[in-house]
């Protein structure tokens, strides 16, 4: 495994074997290594000593697009930028920019350019493992979840499991609103690997997503997370908020777009219609309750006659017998799926 001291070797060794000075920087122009060999000019000085480059060098570094090649350049002497004529050669892995190696090359000795090669090769292969175990490791988790979330691809849940070497049989579930430990994913979901003591669950509760998933079905099991969440705000009563609890919601969830309210009842939207939400919330909590009037009357905080009125009205505009009636149940389903398909996802945290 290269070290950072294995690639100062392979900067020194360049350097000594073709007699010139050698530079490796980071995308920013910031050095890294260097070598002790061969004359410098005021560029490559400034660099080492001020820890930036000439603007004027940054220029050219531009104008030629050598942030977009890959391979060796031979860049030429620019005397506005004090740059003697020298090699570059950006240090990448895939699509990712990871730096530059320099090679001072006034004399246009170098004829060859293998031995650049093979210490950019020992260079970049440094500089790509440090982008996976800080800040870049993190990044490209994250978009390898979000591709996970939106759909099954095989791909990225092999690429996640190397990047984070986990069991390829690893499953995963998903808590809305998250909690404890755990990867983020957007509208305030977390991802827990089950049974991995550096991410599983600290509680025994129930996940939001319900059982596990393989990791590359993680779409399944935030699909199922955000509809749990869309049943809540659609006003349901769960004995815990989980797709596990879902009892009877699961065929409003699982309804096709094709099925509308009023095929289920047109009480539903008639009711809507009145733009009355008093009458919407007593007759979805009257028919939750089986038609107790007593339950419902204390669950809205209304007075038993308030809500026999309420009742008369609801009847009059939908047409059933809320206690008694043989529709009921197609009501009850109706207003479920109205309410479902009219809650909105939650703001972001705070908002």
């Known amino acids: 495994m290269t070290t950072s001291d294995g690639v100062q070797a392979a900067v020194d060794r360049l350097g000594e074997t073709l007699g010139l000075a050698v530079l490796v920087e980071d995308p920013q122009h910031r050095p890294l290594w260097w070598s002790r060999q061969g004359s410098v000019d005021p560029t490559r000085m400034r660099t080492i000593l001020e820890r930036e480059a000439h603007p004027a060098a940054i220029a050219v570094v531009a104008r030629l697009g050598l942030a977009r090649a890959t391979g060796p350049v031979r860049v030429p002497a620019v005397a506005e930028a004090e740059m003697l004529a020298r090699w570059c050669l950006p240090l990448r892995t895939r699509r990712y920019l990871l730096g530059y190696l320099w090679v001072l090359d006034p004399d246009h000795s170098v004829t060859e350019v293998d031995r650049l090669v093979e210490c950019a090769d020992i260079a970049t292969a440094h500089l790509a493992r440090l982008r996976l175990t800080g800040d870049g490791r993190a990044h490209r988790r994250a978009a390898l979840l979000a591709l996970l979330a939106a759909g099954e691809d095989p791909d990225a849940a092999r690429e996640l499991i190397r990047l984070e070497e986990l069991d390829p049989a690893s499953t995963v579930v998903v808590t809305a609103p998250p909690r404890g430990p755990g990867w983020e994913l957007p509208d305030r979901m977390r991802v827990h690997l089950v049974g991995v003591a550096a991410h599983s ?33 659609a006003g349901a009563t769960l004995a815990r908020p989980s797709w596990d609890a879902l009892g009877g919601w699961h065929l409003i969830v699982e309804a096709p777009d094709s099925l509308a309210v009023a095929d289920l009842h047109p009480g539903a939207p008639a009711l809507a219609g009145c733009d009355r939400g008093d009458l919407l919330r007593t007759a979805r909590a009257l028919l939750d309750a089986g038609g107790d009037v007593t339950r419902t009357a204390e669950r809205l905080h209304i007075h038993r006659t308030t809500l026999y009125y309420r009742i008369e009205r609801i009847e009059a505009v939908t047409g059933v017998n809320l206690r008694t009636g043989a529709d009921r149940e197609d009501l009850q389903l109706a207003l479920r799926l109205q309410a479902y398909r009219n809650a909105v996802a939650p703001g972001p945290a705070g908002s």
């Open 201 to 233: 669950r600290p509680d025994p509760a129930p996940a939001t997503s319900g059982p596990p998933v393989p990791l590359a079905r993680l779409h399944v099991a935030v699909r199922r997370a955000a509809a749990v969440l869309r049943v809540v705000r």
